[in-house]
């Protein structure tokens, strides 16, 4: 859910082992960091990003122009970060860690208060904003998010459409018909593009969970379960579409050698069928088809082919989320920096993104969610107590739903390049949850 | 006087001298130089910098071992050996090494290459610097780009495959990265295309510290080129040889560059120091990740230790 700041991955190490250089040599963010005497925020600031293609290319420069006109006295810095999710949470060991960044996703909720400040508690801020239950503790927001994401498939509208498929599949099973009927129509395209070697692209599949059984509570339920990946579940849902379509060989030759920034094109000139990413990537996926001369108009989206009562439903979420470092000395500004950006700095809709205001518009790139009438579903936060269950079990069971290994090695699987079968698969990832479970005592 | 004074001064001097009470270096110091202390300042540079580097993060993973940190709270529990048993109840975690052997198989091809054409360069050939340069360069090569340029190399239909079938060759055409049988053989010979110039380069200058006139008089009684190799320069280079010997098996043990930004250790191409890293990162297990790296530490100390043993380190006399 994190998609920006993936792309270099592979440097994670290198990345990591230069951040600690690194901390050491930018010491003190902003010291001079008072406020005035009637309480406007002044001084300097210190913002961490991920997104550093806005960086180079002017677009937060503006945003602090814009900011400073309303108020004048602070001075904003910014640092962009390529692996970002990796090299802060190594410098989250350190004071220095900016004065406003985004929550690092592998920070569970009860680590919250060690290292930001409380922004309010989340039944007055849900007033304003929607999407802060996901890193919320205890009755407090810690982070709001700058844009909501959904989930579900891009797809190439022409390649689709001279395969003859105009309905959207509602089953798994139309699915694969659908992605077959691509390859009947012409063998060079590949049907399904699964990104296997940047890895992160897997991950994507993740953020469908819940959508299958139209359940907000699944990942609470999960937490509860000692075999999620039984028949009728959403993992086994998922998964198994994974590897049908890996299995009938719908999807690229080679996922050794699949490239992330090739993909984009791929897709718009009608190479890729179809590739299944969050909401984030329809204008990445837009702009690449401009640039292509086939127009914004072929990239479309689809929810995941399955329905509740004749209903697609799709999960919504925050995408990063804006924390105040807890040992900020401009946390004044900082705050001020925060609510500006969700609310007047326009990045919501300038990405394509459902905002993350309750009253926010939809945005253009969604319309085909709305004409296919999809229901929005948003996970319901766990309860008191066990904030940090579902990512304890996760990381001590070492299945890692989030991680690129756990779905690479169903691709593998699948594609018979491992000589597991999908229910020897599901079978070892069961009793890993269980054993994770049992050793986290939940 | 004067004359008189010398004398006896000169007397004095001489007998010190033959009673080599001050030898030259217990003399006075003049002006700054010579003080006892002056090494030590100079040393005392990369002596931090390796201490701050090196052997405090060393320590501090010794210290993370014995805890079940996360790599991010606050608080670090102290859960003792827990870790260690824990890596040694789970086969699967050594498994890996099998992988090693790809790297370690593709060493040997490494060091033979560069051995030869280490000697045909420290021959007088036409363009050697040319070559010399062209071998080396590999090495130099930022990892990232390797990894790209391979990959397109390996790539359905990429530059291998077009070669393959410019030569008619298109049933040897397969996944180089995606087939779990070869990818370890396609990710070794990457490692060899990168690192053989590093070997290249030692065994060259240790070739070249060979006096000339050794070479002069085997061909005056008239050795052939490989016998020259035979009898002087293998026997000269063996304390190299034997050092990249070390190096290729503690190397083998520990690769990780090349497979982690190529396949990122997916497909069965994962060695243990990637197991490690993934440990440590990917499932947020910063003790347990520490306490494999201590493991292959040790391993690799101990393997090193053994083979010094079996090969003993010998002084070469040519002469």
């Not at chain 1, 689709?160 to 129509?185: M, R, Y």
């Amino acid at each position: 859910m994190f998609p920006h700041a993936r792309r270099t991955r592979l440097l994670a190490v290198a990345a990591i082992a230069s951040t600690v250089a690194l901390t050491a040599a930018c010491s003190g963010g902003g010291e001079s960091a008072e406020t005035n005497e009637d309480g406007t925020p002044s001084g300097d600031l210190l913002v961490l990003t991920w997104r550093t293609d806005l960086l180079e290319d002017g677009t937060f420069d503006e945003y602090a122009e814009r900011f400073n006109e309303e108020y004048p006295d602070v001075t904003v810095e910014f640092e962009g970060l390529t692996d970002y999710e990796g090299e802060v949470r190594t410098r989250m060991n350190t004071e220095d860690y900016g004065d406003v960044l985004g929550v690092v996703g592998t920070v569970t909720p009860d680590q919250f208060p060690d290292f930001f400040e409380p922004l309010g508690d989340v039944e007055e801020l849900e007033q304003e904003y929607r999407f802060l239950r996901d890193k919320a503790f205890e009755g407090k927001a810690y982070g709001i998010p700058v844009v909501g994401n959904t989930q579900g498939i891009v797809y190439n509208t022409t390649v689709w459409e001279e395969a003859g498929v105009t309905e959207p599949p509602t089953t798994p099973a139309e699915f694969v018909d659908a992605l077959k009927a691509i390859k009947a129509n012409d063998p060079e395209v590949v049907p399904l593009y699964t990104n296997y070697k940047d890895g992160w692209p897997l991950t994507q599949w993740e953020g469908h969970r819940g959508e299958i059984t139209a359940n907000p509570n699944y990942v609470n339920e999960m937490a509860q379960s000692d075999a999620p990946w039984t028949e009728g579940t959403d993992h086994y849902v998922i998964d198994s579409l994974l590897w049908d379509v890996v299995n009938q060989g719908l999807t690229e030759k080679d996922p050794t050698t699949t490239n992330w920034e090739e993909s984009k094109s791929l897709l718009a000139n009608g190479k890729i069928g179809s590739m299944v990413l969050g909401s984030w990537a329809i204008q990445q996926m837009q702009q690449a088809a401009e640039d292509a001369g086939t127009g914004a108009d072929t990239i479309g989206y689809l929810p995941f082919p399955h329905q509740v009562d004749g209903k697609f439903y799709a999960q919504v979420g925050g995408d990063y989320n804006l924390a105040i470092n807890k040992n900020s000395d401009n946390k004044v500004a900082a705050r001020a920096w925060i609510d500006w950006f969700n609310t007047e700095s326009g990045y919501a809709e300038a990405n394509g993104g459902l905002s993350p205001l309750k009253e926010g518009p939809t945005p253009e790139t969604l319309k085909d969610f709305e004409a296919l009438g999809v229901e929005y579903l948003e996970l319901t936060p766990a309860p008191a107590g066990k904030e940090s269950l579902f990512a304890d079990i996760d990381s001590e069971s070492e299945v890692g739903t989030n991680t690129p290994d756990y779905r690479q090695r169903i691709v593998d699987a699948a594609r018979g390049a491992s000589g597991e079968t999908k229910d020897e698969i599901f079978e070892d990832l069961n009793s890993k949850w269980a054993a994770g479970r049992a050793a986290v005592g939940g | 006087m004067a004359g008189v004074s010398d004398v006896v001064r000169a007397e004095a001097a001489g007998t010190r001298n033959e009673a080599g009470l001050l030898p030259a270096t217990a003399r006075k110091p003049r002006g700054g130089w010579g003080w006892r202390g002056t090494p030590y300042v100079f040393l005392a540079v990369p002596l931090v910098l390796l201490v701050v580097f090196t052997y405090l993060p060393v320590v501090n993973m010794f210290w993370y071992s014995l805890t079940s940190w996360d790599g991010l709270d606050k608080t670090k529990e102290f859960v003792g050996l827990d870790n260690y048993v824990a890596v040694f109840t789970r086969p699967e975690l050594f498994r890996v090494f099998y992988v090693s052997l790809y790297y370690f198989a593709a060493s040997f091809v490494q060091m033979a290459l560069a051995l030869y054409f280490a000697t045909v360069l420290s021959f007088s050939t036409r363009f050697r610097n040319l070559f010399k340069g062209i071998l080396f360069f590999p090495y130099l090569i930022n990892g990232v780009a390797i990894a790209l340029i391979f990959v397109f190399f390996f790539k359905p239909d990429g530059t291998l495959d077009s070669i393959l079938a410019l030569f008619g060759a298109e049933n040897l055409q397969q996944q180089w990265l995606g087939n779990p049988d070869i990818n370890n053989i396609s990710l070794a010979s990457t490692s060899v295309w990168r690192y053989m110039g590093l070997n290249f380069v030692l065994f060259l200058g240790a070739i070249q510290s060979i006096p000339g006139q050794l070479y002069e008089a085997a061909e005056l009684d008239g050795a052939s080129r490989f016998q020259q190799f035979r009898y002087i320069i293998a026997p000269s280079i063996k304390p190299i040889i034997g050092l990249s010997f070390i190096l290729a098996i503690s190397g083998s043990l520990a690769v990780f560059e090349i497979p982690f930004i190529m396949t990122g250790g997916a497909n069965g191409t994962a060695t243990f120091v990637i197991q490690t890293v993934d440990m440590a990162f990917e499932s947020l297990k910063v003790g347990l990740g520490s306490a494999m790296a201590v493991i292959l530490l040790v391993i690799v100390l101990v393997v090193t230790w053994v083979q010094r043993k079996v090969v003993p380190e010998e002084k070469v006399n040519l002469t």
